[in-house]
């Protein structure tokens, strides 16, 4: 019985088939180093009858050599005769991405209201500085509000604004109001219906 290519050891590179995959594990497995540098080379050349695009200008066989270290998934052990790619050339470890490791006041205000509030204390005293701050005050109210549903105290935000400021911004909770907000549930329309005109 035949057995389906599904049932057989997957293949590295398709597009070279399942043949080309035999000859080079075969190739892997022979214990004798001699041996096994010869197969390459007979192997190298049978690829570059059935590809010969991958030959290079002076019958340079360095891509043909890529592709067999490839296909035998780096465990052909002979000496090449040129340099071949390399698992770690092929996948390369991403670079760590710096974080910044400064801690956050309150998480729930995010990094970003610290940054506002640090650039807008610093601006000097009129009325683009108070239309700001007051902007800042009611965006704080709404992630307030996120994790608070319930409700929020506005007098606890000014004091956290007043903090982050380092007393730059100081707003007095008994004459200074914050909007209310009511959270709105989005109305669930049936879908395939469409609008009458």
Not at 27 to 44: G, L, N, Q
Not at 52 to 75: C, H, K, M, T
């Amino acid at each position: 019985m035949i057995p389906y290519n599904t049932d057989l050891k997957p293949i590295t590179l398709p597009e070279f088939g399942r043949n080309v995959q035999g000859m080079i594990d075969y190739c892997v497995s022979i214990p004798d180093r001699e041996e096994r540098t010869k197969c390459a080379f007979a192997i190298a050349d049978i690829m570059a009858n059935l590809f010969p695009e991958l030959v290079g200008a002076d019958r340079d066989y360095s891509q043909i050599w890529d592709q067999i270290n490839i296909i035998s998934r780096f465990q052909l052990d002979i000496d090449f005769p040129c340099e071949v790619v390399t698992a770690d050339k092929l996948n390369p470890k991403p670079e760590k991405i710096p974080y910044t490791a400064s801690a956050m006041r309150y998480r729930h205000y995010g990094k970003n209201i610290e940054k506002m509030i640090e650039t807008v204390a610093g601006m000097e005293d009129g009325e683009e500085k108070e239309i700001l701050v007051s902007l800042i005050a009611h965006h704080m109210k709404k992630l307030m509000l996120i994790h608070n549903k319930e409700g929020v105290d506005d007098a606890k935000i000014l004091r956290d604004l007043k903090e982050y400021s380092e007393g730059l911004i100081d707003l007095d909770p008994q004459t200074y109001l914050l909007h209310e907000f009511k959270e709105v549930t989005p109305v669930n329309t049936p879908k395939g219906k469409k609008k009458k005109k």
